[in-house]
């Protein structure tokens, strides 16, 4: 059982849609070519004013949101907002990273968003025995509490989880863990709001709850 977890909430900043020209990136995944792509990113981030960041996982895209500045964190709402109307926006992407011995054992997956972390909430409240699939994206995972121990099924894109046990966890501890992430996501949460003002957008807590806690 693994009991030195970290839960940590981030934000997924797609260099396609910060770079302002074209550049070359490895032809490989990012466990291949980690450094390559994180220059990538970096360069694709500054071309719209992003600097001064730091990857929560090296070659991926997320940002912890407790270290994305106010200055870059104005930049990224600007171009989350260009344009749309309130009931259009769509929550930031994004999700929660799980460390363990501050190696990731699970991170958001395609069509993630940070307001995915309600999905952990719902299943931590159910204390089920039985699997219960949790939305980080796609392929998922499932989770179970068996024995005051929270357990974590292999990623997968079935209905049916794989019996594989492949994480687990004191519930307990990872019950603290996760209020105290959720507790960083509503300081992110204050934070937004307060540019939000200064930029003059409204309605503020509309905007901010469609941002953070609406799902797709």
């Not at 699997?131 to 292999?154: A, C, D, T």
């Not at 209905?159 to 019950?175: A, G, H, I, M, Y």
């Amino acid at each position: 059982m693994k009991d030195n977890i970290k839960i940590k909430p981030v934000i997924e900043l797609c260099p396609s849609e910060y770079a302002k020209k074209e550049y070359d990136y490895p032809n490989g995944t990012a466990k291949e070519f980690a450094d390559g792509w994180n220059k990538y990113w970096l360069k694709s981030l500054s071309d719209s004013g992003i600097d001064a960041v730091m990857p929560c996982i090296l070659g991926y895209f997320f940002i912890e949101v407790s270290k994305i500045s106010d200055r870059n964190l104005e930049i990224i709402l600007k171009g989350q907002l260009e344009n749309e109307k309130v009931e259009d926006i769509c929550p930031l992407d994004g999700g929660l990273v799980i460390f363990v011995d501050d190696v990731p054992v699970v991170q958001p997956q395609c069509c993630s968003s940070l307001s995915d972390y309600q999905n952990w909430i719902d299943v931590i409240n159910e204390t089920s025995s039985e699997w219960k699939e949790v939305w980080i994206g796609h392929p998922m995972i499932y989770l179970r509490i068996l024995n005051n121990k929270l357990q974590f099924s292999e990623l997968t894109e079935d209905s049916v989880p794989k019996e594989r046990v492949v994480n687990e966890f004191d519930f307990s501890l990872f019950q603290r863990e996760l209020k105290r992430a959720i507790e960083e996501i509503e300081d992110f949460k204050k934070r937004v709001e307060k540019i939000l003002e200064r930029l003059d957008y409204n309605p503020v807590e509309k905007i901010s709850y469609a941002l953070i806690n609406n799902t797709y």
